[in-house]
């Protein structure tokens, strides 16, 4: 079994920033991939951001060079660093972690807004 625990969300004004972390725990080996997807209200889920074990990472254009994905394979957690956030940066962000299959965390609210 996998638990995946999310923080760092919160309200934010455009051009703020925030960090997010997403921590593995459980009975695994490794992790493989880790990343981050968003959900914004009335949209599907989309990928931001994604990282291998080891650490090359891929990004979503519309997040390109504002934000920064970053994992510490040693605490099995997965980072999102967001910066110069914009209103469109609004969803509900959710961490993936591959380890065999795919597991969720559970979501954790990010609004731009001022």
């Known amino acids: 079994q996998v638990q995946l625990v999310e923080s760092g969300g919160g309200l934010v004004q455009p051009g703020g920033s925030l960090r997010l972390s997403c921590a593995a725990s459980?009975?695994?080996?490794?992790?493989?991939?880790m990343g981050w997807y968003r959900q914004a209200p009335g949209k599907q889920r989309e990928l931001v951001a994604e990282?291998?074990?080891?650490?090359?990472?891929n990004y979503a254009d519309s997040v390109k060079g504002r934000f920064t994905i970053s994992r510490d394979n040693a605490k099995n957690t997965v980072y999102l660093q967001m910066n110069s956030l914009k209103p469109e940066d609004t969803a509900v962000y959710y961490c993936?972690?591959?380890?065999?299959?795919?597991?969720w965390g559970q979501g954790t609210q990010v609004t731009v807004s001022s």
């Open positions: 993936l972690v591959v380890i065999g299959g795919n597991y």
């Open positions: 459980g009975s695994f080996f490794r992790i493989n991939a």
């Open positions: 990282i291998t074990r080891g650490g090359w990472a």
